[in-house]
C-alpha cells in the first residue's frame, strides 16, 4: 500500500548530538503526525503538524510541515540515552493513517 | 490526555481458541477506534477500522469472521481472534481518535501468542 519515504532508516549516534530525520511523500496530506514507539510498546504521539510551513516543538523535539504538504521533518535536540527508539511519521489521508517505515535510533555508549 | 489502555498485554493461547483483547479510551470519548497489527520491524498495518454502533470496516485481506471487532460504547472496542492458529501470533495495537478525521492515540498493543 501507499507509504511515505522516510529517511534515514537508522542512525548511530552519540550522547549529545542533534538529530534529524525527514519524510516525503507523493500525496499532500493535511495532517501530519511524527510518533515514537519503543519495543513492545504502542506509538506515542510526538508532534501534530496541522499548517503548511508550520514549525512545532516539543520540549527537545521540532518538527515542520513543508510548505508543499508533501514532507516534514522531526529533530531532536541534545539525544539522550532514553531518545533511543523507532520514529514514525504519518500522513492523516482522512481518516486513516498512512505510514513512514521508521527510522531508528541508536545511540552509542 | 489522551490515553489509550489495552488488556491484556500479553496472552498465551492454544491453538483453535478465541482471545478478546480490550481497547478502551480513558479520558476521552473516541469517534472511532482502530485495530493493526505489527510485524516484526514492520510500521504497523491497519486491519480495521471501527465507529461506535456500526460495524467495522476491514482492509482488503483482512479476514472479518476471523477477527471480529465490537465498538460497544465510545470509550470501548473489542477485537476478537477466532479459531487462532499460530500464524495470528503476532502484536495487535488499537488506537483511538477524539474527532472524526483526528490524530490518532495509541493503546500499548498486546502480544498475542498462540501455541
Known amino acids: 500500500g501507499q507509504q511515505l519515504n522516510q529517511s534515514p532508516q537508522s542512525m548511530f549516534i552519540q550522547e549529545g548530538e542533534d538529530v534529524s530525520m525527514n519524510c516525503t511523500s507523493s500525496s499532500i496530506f493535511n495532517t501530519w503526525l511524527w510518533y515514537k514507539q519503543e519495543p513492545g510498546e504502542g506509538p506515542v504521539l510526538l508532534i501534530a503538524?496541522?499548517?503548511a510551513g508550520e514549525l512545532t516543538s516539543n520540549g527537545r523535539l521540532t518538527a515542520q510541515f513543508g510548505i508543499t504538504r508533501k514532507d516534514s521533518f522531526l529533530n531532536i535536540s541534545a539525544s539522550i540515552p532514553s531518545d533511543v527508539g523507532i520514529y514514525f511519521c504519518?500522513?492523516?489521508?482522512?481518516?486513516?493513517?498512512?505510514w513512514g517505515a521508521g527510522t531508528k535510533l541508536i545511540i552509542k555508549p | 490526555g489522551a490515553v489509550v489502555s489495552q488488556h491484556p498485554s500479553r496472552v498465551i493461547c492454544k491453538s483453535g481458541t478465541s482471545v478478546k483483547i480490550e481497547c478502551r479510551s480513558l479520558?476521552?470519548?473516541?469517534?472511532?477506534m482502530f485495530w493493526y497489527r505489527q510485524f516484526p520491524k514492520q510500521s504497523l498495518m491497519l486491519m480495521a477500522t471501527s465507529n461506535e454502533g456500526s460495524k467495522a470496516t476491514y482492509e482488503q485481506g483482512v479476514e472479518k469472521d476471523k477477527f471480529l471487532i465490537n465498538h460497544a460504547s465510545l470509550t470501548l472496542s473489542t477485537l476478537t481472534v477466532t479459531s487462532a492458529h499460530p500464524e495470528d501470533s503476532s502484536f495487535y495495537i488499537c488506537?483511538?481518535?477524539?474527532?472524526?478525521?483526528?490524530?490518532?492515540?495509541f493503546g500499548p498493543g498486546t502480544r498475542l501468542t498462540v501455541t
Open positions: 488506537s483511538a481518535s477524539p474527532k472524526l478525521m483526528g490524530e490518532q492515540y
Open positions: 479520558d476521552f470519548q473516541a469517534t472511532t
Open positions: 503538524l496541522y499548517k
Open positions: 504519518a500522513g492523516l489521508d482522512n481518516y486513516q493513517l498512512i
